[in-house]
């Protein structure tokens, strides 16, 4: 069946380091993918998107990497901070479904100052 | 609103009891989507809406759990018969025409005892 998963599901790293998160996807029909951000008590927020026709997008501080070819999807930010400690979760949109989105597990992000 | 809105934030409820869920998208998205998350896991798609209609509910577990949105506005999800297994997050989205990016709210916390 169709499932999005994460290799990790905790990391620790040191405030000012890089943070690699990654996530491996199962349904090739997916053309859409989102990394979301949840803290404690609140709703998933989006941080950054990209679509199967690309293989890296960058925003502020972070950048997403498609690689088709073997599934997987990361996240990178850059310097992190002890803002961005909560948890992380990969989401696919598989095609011609209107949206809907199948998450994954998600990695929580410890950042130690 | 400037946001997803959802109440009550919190609901606690006994076995067998009846719920009801609402959720106010943000204004003018056409789209909305319910979703449900336990404690470690991401979240799990119910239903969609595209204006007044439901889409897909394939994610509806049984036939206890049933949405409206009868003016393509806000959105009820009702769960009858609660089960202990029913208690979770309850999250609903909402994304404008043509828009990819799902806005989420901060959940409603069902808890069946």
């Known amino acids: 069946g169709e499932s999005v998963g994460l290799h990790l599901p905790t990391l620790s790293v040191q405030e000012g380091d890089n943070s690699i998160i990654n996530c491996a996807y199962s349904n090739s029909a997916s053309d859409y993918f989102i990394w979301y951000k949840q803290e404690s008590g609140k709703g998933p927020q989006f941080i950054i998107d990209i679509r199967s026709n690309m293989d890296k997008r960058q925003g502020q501080r972070v950048t997403v990497l498609l690689n088709k070819t073997v599934k997987h999807l990361s996240l990178q930010i850059a310097a992190t901070q002890p803002g961005d400690s909560a948890v992380y979760f990969c989401?696919?949109?598989?095609?011609?479904?209107?949206?809907?989105?199948?998450f994954g597990q998600g990695t929580e992000l410890s950042v130690k100052p | 609103g400037a946001g997803v809105s959802q109440t009550p934030s919190n609901k606690v409820t006994e076995k067998g009891k009846y719920v009801e869920l609402r959720c106010d998208p943000i204004s003018g998205h056409t789209a909305l989507y319910w979703y449900r998350q336990s404690l470690g896991q991401g979240p799990e798609f119910l239903i969609y809406?595209?204006?007044?209609?439901?889409?897909?509910d394939s994610g509806l577990p049984n036939d206890r759990f049933f949405a409206v949105r009868p003016e393509g506005s806000v959105s009820t999800l009702k769960i009858q018969r609660t089960e202990r297994g029913d208690s979770a997050v309850y999250l609903c989205?909402?994304?404008?025409?043509?828009?990819?990016?799902?806005?989420f709210g901060q959940g409603t916390r069902l808890t069946v005892v």
């Open positions: 989401a696919e949109t598989p095609y011609n479904q209107g949206g809907k989105l199948i």
């Open positions: 809406f595209q204006g007044t209609g439901a889409a897909d």
């Open positions: 989205a909402s994304s404008g025409t043509g828009g990819t990016e799902a806005f």
